[in-house]
């Protein structure tokens, strides 16, 4: 029964975080340019500013969480108090009052920030749980899995409701015009915001009774300047850089894609709302196949040349289609054949970004263990704190990414899917798949820095049942 609620919660983590981000990726920007008509670059800059301020409380958050003494243990307080913030945050995201250019980009920005923070409450925490739950290799890889199968599985739900209810075009409206519906952005708020925060609440109070078997917090610093020494002690090592870097570079590609899907797809590959709504339909499959095929990919073998070979798998299915069209080497735009085509690849496309974010989890919780015996410290917080950043990442560098893309093609602001020029189009795709690939390439080179493998984990969970001084391994 334990493991059933240690999965369930982990599911219902995945599925919050799910809803947050695919909502900001998929529609934000459409939402904030087209709809109320904020510039996108404006809208781009102020996902990029709020990742300023996650740079900073992602590693406050983990470090505050790795050494909170209260009854409730050190993670479980944050997550409590993550609930109602997040829900109230996101919905507010989606109807903001009538305001000018400036006034509606100081409340994107304020509210962004303010929904990331509380977003951080929860992962942060969440997340540093898994390497005392379990020290398994493998074990740490199926858990995760059920995180983010659940993420993106609801989050293309949602999307899917998106375009089928809420977005729909009405009868006599032209094709096209109900993702301009601003009535449905804010109805698909609200609803998101209710889920978000009971799947919040299930996943916080599902993991209490792992509150007994978690490690005593280390010592408090001394100082300020001693607790950011530890940090950087912490985090001074070449597996952490290479998995850092790997992972901006992963989440930013996959950011860039989901923040121009509503353009790219009418614009780019010409087809009709329904033919979208039917791609990501397809989807839906991505994350149970992901699923299924992890733990048999996993099964016995090493993480990191999983992780290179995924990598390589999403520059190829990502970027490939784009060059591809633009050669004239794929059928016409907005054909059945086209649309089969791009089903698949869309399908094979977040299937790979699924398993892509499962193993990186799984590699980052090997490296607690590792640090742990570098510093004589537990900080499982601190070092989770680069997942919660670079998931992040995804929708605020590539909202960004694809708000400087648009701007740079002077893609029109106030049309319908029909009225855009042809070689508006073509530039837009010309400069989507290069900084795609560019993403995917940058990535795969940090990875050659990640050193940890199945039997240095091993042999360092033995120093560790051996050695008595690790602060927080008592």
Same mark, same amino acid.
């Given at each position: 029964?334990?493991?059933?609620? /240690? ?9 919050? !975080? ?10 934000? #920007? ?14 781009? #800059? ?8 996650? !740079? ?27 609930? +109602? ?34 977003? /951080? ?21 199926? #858990? ?23 977005? =729909? ?7 096209? $015009? ?15 915001? +209710? ?30 300047? /001693?607790?950011?020494?530890?940090? =950087? ?26 923040? &121009? ?36 990919? =996993? ?19 990502? $970027?490939?289609?784009?060059?591809? @069209? ?65 998931? @992040?990442?995804?929708?605020? =560098? ?25 070689? /508006? ?10 900084? &795609? ?9 940090? &990875? ?27």
């Amino acid at each position: 029964m334990g493991s059933f609620v /240690t999965k369930l919660s982990f599911s219902a983590s995945g599925t919050a !975080a799910g809803l947050i981000s695919n909502g900001i990726s998929f529609f934000l #920007l459409l939402y904030y340019s087209q709809v109320l008509g904020l510039d996108p670059a404006l809208a781009g #800059l102020a996902l990029l500013i709020s990742l300023a301020f996650d !740079a900073i409380s992602d590693p406050l958050v983990g470090h505050w969480s790795d050494r909170l003494q209260h009854r409730l243990g050190r993670r479980h307080p944050f997550l409590l108090l993550s609930i +109602l913030p997040a829900g109230v945050c996101y919905f507010l995201l989606w109807d903001p009052p009538e305001l000018g250019q400036l006034g509606l980009f100081v409340y994107l920005l304020t509210v962004t920030v303010l929904l990331r923070f509380a977003l /951080t409450l929860h992962t942060v925490p969440f997340n540093a749980l898994l390497p005392e739950i379990t020290t398994d290799y493998e074990e740490r890889t199926r #858990l995760m899995n059920y995180s983010y199968s659940s993420s993106w599985f609801f989050g293309t739900a949602m999307a899917v409701l998106m375009y089928a209810y809420w977005l =729909a075009d009405a009868p006599g409206e032209a094709p096209g $015009s109900g993702i301009l519906r601003r009535s449905g952005f804010i109805e698909a708020g609200l609803v998101a915001a +209710l889920v978000t925060g009971v799947c919040l609440a299930v996943a916080a109070l599902g993991t209490r009774r792992v509150i007994p078997m978690l490690a005593a917090p280390p010592p408090r610093p001394e100082s300020l300047a /001693t607790m950011f020494r530890q940090g =950087a002690a912490t985090l001074n090592d070449s597996s952490f850089f290479a998995m850092l870097g790997s992972g901006l570079m992963s989440a930013a590609a996959a950011g860039t894609s989901t923040a &121009l899907w509503a353009y790219m797809q009418p614009y780019f590959w010409g087809f009709s709302s329904d033919q979208t709504s039917l791609i990501l339909a397809a989807q839906l499959l991505s994350s149970v196949l992901a699923f299924l095929l992890l733990p048999v990919l =996993a099964s016995g073998r090493e993480k990191k040349p999983i992780l290179v070979g995924l990598s390589l798998g999403s520059l190829v299915v990502g $970027s490939g289609p784009v060059f591809l @069209k633009l050669l004239g080497a794929l059928p016409a735009a907005g054909s059945a054949a086209l649309f089969s085509i791009m089903a698949v690849v869309g399908v094979l496309q977040v299937m790979l970004i699924v398993m892509t974010g499962v193993v990186s989890a799984s590699m980052i919780a090997d490296m607690v263990e590792s640090r742990a015996l570098a510093t004589g410290r537990r900080e499982e917080g601190l070092l989770f704190a680069v997942l919660s950043f670079t998931a @992040k990442v995804a929708s605020g =560098a590539g909202v960004w990414a694809g708000g400087v893309m648009l701007s740079l093609v002077n893609f029109p602001t106030d049309t319908l899917s029909t009225a855009v020029p042809e070689e /508006t189009v073509r530039q837009l795709g010309w400069v989507y798949g290069p900084v &795609l690939a560019g993403f995917y390439l940058i990535g795969i080179l940090c &990875l050659s820095y990640y050193r940890l493998d199945r039997a240095s984990h091993e042999d360092n969970l033995r120093r560790l049942r051996f050695d008595g001084s690790i602060e927080g391994n008592s």
